[in-house]
């Protein structure tokens, strides 16, 4: 298994949490790592492109280190 995925960002819930979209279409809460900064004003700032978290699978659970927009 790779130590981290790429997964797309659908949504961010209530607790801060980002929601990803898998390759096979399940969609789950992922917690963002300590000090990586992430809300509602970044998932609308650009409408056109993709936005994708970079997850950690060697932490249980997941956690997202890195936010990149395609």
């Known amino acids: 298994m790779a130590d981290e995925i790429k997964q797309l ?4 819930s ?3 949490e980002v ?3 898998s390759n096979r279409g399940r969609i789950y809460p992922v917690k963002l790592s300590e ?9 609308f700032r650009d409408p056109e492109r993709e936005i994708y978290a970079v997850i950690d ?3 249980q659970p997941w956690e997202c280190v890195s936010i990149e927009y395609l």
Do not use: A, M, P, Y
């Open 14 to 16: 209530r607790e801060g």
């Open 19 to 21: 929601i990803v979209k």
């Open 57 to 59: 699978t060697n932490v």
């Open 35 to 43: 000090g990586l900064e992430f809300g509602c004003e970044d998932l």
């Open 9 to 12: 960002v659908v949504g961010i």
